[in-house]
């Protein structure tokens, strides 16, 4: 049963990058859609975006200017690297597999974004 | 583009069957059958529910069931159990290739 396992740095500071990656063990990687998705108290659940082995990735329009989610299937991983974080970056973190619905969801990390 | 519309909360008795809408608009819930539920534990990773508007991932109780009119999902859950609070949020695929999210339902068993 694949499961996914994330890890990456959970206090920034304004203006910084938020790097997270994403694991995945016991499944496949490839024919799978890999997505970000993140949780914040006021704005609930957004999808940040996703990538596919082999095609480009797309993004949530809002986070567009500021989002890069890159994978190496040689090691089964996905990462999320967002820019110029704000306060209003501060959320749970998910990595999810798709298309069309998201299963499994990986542990969430919180990133708490402040001077 | 706005979240689709959850109630806030939800309650129900041990028994009982609750429903939870889920409203969107015709350039997501009403223009695909790509609607998700899921499952969300305090602390734990969400769990996919229903898929595709009514299915069943294996493993997934019959209790819980889904359907969609226009641009309006619904899940139910019938026999409620104590095990059964948590958080419920709904998902789609929109017309622009991108996902929209729920507010979630807080689902609280009497």
């Known amino acids: 049963q694949v499961q996914l396992q994330q890890w990456g740095a959970g206090l920034l500071k304004p203006s910084e990058t938020l790097s997270l990656t994403c694991g995945v063990y016991g499944g496949s990687f490839t024919g799978y859609v890999w997505t970000w998705i993140r949780q914040t108290p006021g704005k609930g659940l957004e999808w940040i975006g996703q990538i596919e082995h082999g095609r480009s990735a797309y993004y949530n329009p809002s986070l567009k200017s500021r989002v890069i989610i890159s994978l190496d299937a040689s090691k089964s991983q996905f990462s999320l690297d967002l820019g110029s974080v704000t306060a209003s970056d501060t959320a749970v973190y998910y990595c999810?597999?798709?298309?069309?619905?998201?299963?499994?969801w990986g542990q969430g990390t919180l990133v708490i974004v402040s001077s | 583009q706005s979240a689709l519309t959850q109630p806030a909360s939800v309650s129900g008795s041990p028994g009982q069957s609750i429903t939870i809408s889920c409203f969107g608009t015709?350039?997501?819930?009403?223009?695909?059958?790509?609607v998700s539920w899921y499952q969300h534990h305090p602390g734990k990773a969400p769990q996919r529910i229903l898929y595709d508007v009514y299915k069943r991932p294996s493993g997934v109780s019959n209790r819980f069931s889904g359907s969609k009119s226009g641009g309006t999902a619904s899940l139910t859950i019938s026999g409620l159990q104590a095990e059964d609070e948590a958080e419920y949020f709904c998902?789609?695929?929109?017309?622009?290739?991108?996902?929209?999210f729920g507010g979630g339902t807080k689902l609280t068993v009497l």
């Open positions: 015709r350039a997501d819930i009403g223009a695909y059958n790509y």
């Open positions: 998902a789609s695929y929109t017309d622009g290739g991108t996902y929209i």
């Open positions: 999810a597999r798709g298309p069309f619905w998201f299963d499994p």
